[in-house]
């Protein structure tokens, strides 16, 4: 049985590319709408991480960076053990457009897991993406 191996999420803000390519590569924007704090050394082969109130984290990779169009990294897939090493990839896109800028991200990697592990991580990174990319344009909205 295969899965989809990917989420894919594209929306519009009204925001210019700068902006958006801001509170996506930056501490301080990083650790306002994807967290609650973060750090991030902005280059290939960098690393940030994500923290929360709640005392979760997240450890990415920086994997490119493409100012102001591409942004990407690879991190760990929830509820695998922390030493697993199988990792997904997330990519964001930014196309300027009339209105602002069209954003699509991108997370790929699912179909390594088993089954289980499959449907756990899968359902959860969507309805993460969901909830993520709307505290994002309210970070953006406030600004």
């Given amino acids: 049985m295969s899965f989809p191996d990917r989420i894919e999420r594209t929306m519009e803000v009204a925001h210019p590319p700068a902006r958006v390519w801001a509170a ?10 994807f967290g609650n704090q973060a750090t ?3 280059r290939p082969g960098g690393s940030a991480q994500l923290t929360w109130d ?3 984290k997240a450890e990415l990779r920086v994997e490119r960076v493409e100012e102001p169009s591409v ?7 929830h509820g695998l053990p922390e030493d697993d ?10 196309e300027p457009i009339a209105a602002g800028t069209r954003l699509t991200v991108v997370e790929s990697g699912f179909a390594q897991l088993p089954e289980d592990a499959y449907r756990k991580a899968y359902q959860g990174n969507t ?3 969901a909830h993520e990319l709307g505290e994002l344009v309210d970070y953006l909205d406030a600004a």
């Fill in 24 to 33: 996506l590569t930056t501490a301080e924007g990083l650790g306002t709408w």
């Fill in 40 to 42: 991030i050394d902005l």
């Fill in 54 to 56: 709640s005392g979760d």
């Fill in 71 to 77: 942004f990407g990294f690879t991190w760990q897939i």
């Fill in 85 to 94: 090493p199988r990792r997904t990839y997330v990519e964001f896109t930014l």
């Fill in 127 to 129: 309805e993460g993406w």
